[in-house]
């Protein structure tokens, strides 16, 4: 499987190319809205088949682009079940499997951040959306976030992967592009090292993070796929 | 070998760990000097023995945590011979080798950016610096820079390498994060697709990119490797 990651400097968000090297089929995972002619230069020039337009959540800091590239590729668009959304294709839950040719990606749930958190595990690679971030995690204090869902994401699902997956975040705020599951369970500063529940929920609580700017602009996008000009939601 | 990326904001400049896995032996390639907490604290997360601080050239645009970095991990400062550092442990050609652990890091000399610009060869890797960006190429209008030698860099060094090595830049403004050769053979617009050296200068001579905002004090700070508070060059 090969990796490509994209950099959204205004909103911090990372996106990916991932594909099948033999087949060229594609998935783009959490692109955003303003970069959709730059993701698209670049599926075009790499040759790839663009086929899942995979989202990691509800995002409540960008717009997704994935119904704009859904326009440009004819991907299907894939979110949790759980969020909701009208306008995906494949309600996804725990378990459910694509293919990428050769190559197959996996389904995790985990919660925490949202309640429709999908983690996509491709070829020894897990691709944490705001679940795990780098010696981070995403916050839990809006759209259903909860600590005890984290915590349980973070410890009893993400932590049990092999130490060597690699670790491809949706964000990062200190310039870490990636990271591994074995870094993660010794280094995370919020559950790493055998952190409790109660101290990891401490850190939760206390945090203070103001409401993203984009908040009240992006869920309502995103559950409208990115299709933002559209009346309707499909 | 293994490659960690790194990202500083405020520069846009990418950082690399390189290390060989066996033995921990490592390099940082083009390191910010406010990032070097942070290189650090993943340093000694990986535990990472650092042998080499490498400088792909002497940067306007940011200034390097090499002095700092090797007060902090007794590695060597390697830049290339032409950049008249008197800080440098290693005034580097082309053609010299370096080794960590299992691995060999080869010097070419890529200039046109600057005079003394290098490319970082290792594993399959090629550690570019400003001469070749993904799409683009470093600009040739101060510091000694040149359209006849950063075209001839490109097209008959960089170009004639393997296509399918990974080409890592030491900037990117559009947020892309690395490329192939073959990719950059085909789709770089300056000097891709076999543009002659003409078309390539008048490009090069039509930019009108303004100075880097830091160019007064990154140069003569990295000609003191970063050790800006040191009333000596060592």
């Not at 964000?171 to 529940?197: C, L, M, P, W």
Request: with cysteine.
């Amino acid at each position: 499987m090969k990796i490509r990651q994209l950099f959204d400097y205004d909103t911090w968000t990372y996106t990916y190319l991932v594909w099948d090297e033999e087949t060229k089929e594609a998935a783009v995972i959490d692109s955003v809205i303003e970069q959709v002619d730059r993701d698209m230069q670049h599926i075009e020039e790499l040759g790839l088949k663009v086929k899942y337009l995979l989202e990691t959540h509800i995002h409540a800091d960008h717009i997704t682009g994935a119904g704009p590239l859904r326009k440009r590729t004819g991907a299907e668009i894939v979110v949790h079940k759980n969020s909701g959304s009208a306008c995906a294709d494949v309600l996804a839950i725990e378990g459910d499997k694509f293919t990428l040719g050769n190559q197959e990606i996996s389904v995790l749930h985990t919660p925490g951040h949202t309640n429709n958190d999908i983690t996509y595990l491709i070829d020894g690679a897990a691709f944490t959306g705001d679940t795990l971030l780098v010696r981070d995690c995403g916050r839990t204090d809006f759209q259903l976030g909860s600590n005890e869902e984290m915590y349980n994401s973070l410890t009893e699902k993400l932590f049990k992967l092999p130490a060597e997956t690699m670790v491809f975040p949706a964000h990062d705020y200190k310039g870490f592009t990636q990271s591994t599951i074995g870094e993660e369970q010794e280094y995370n500063v919020r559950a790493g090292s055998g952190k409790s529940f109660e101290d990891f929920s401490t850190i939760m609580d206390n945090l203070n993070l103001p409401n993203p700017k984009r908040l009240d602009i992006s869920v309502p996008g995103n559950l409208k796929c990115g299709n933002i000009s559209d009346d309707s939601a499909a």
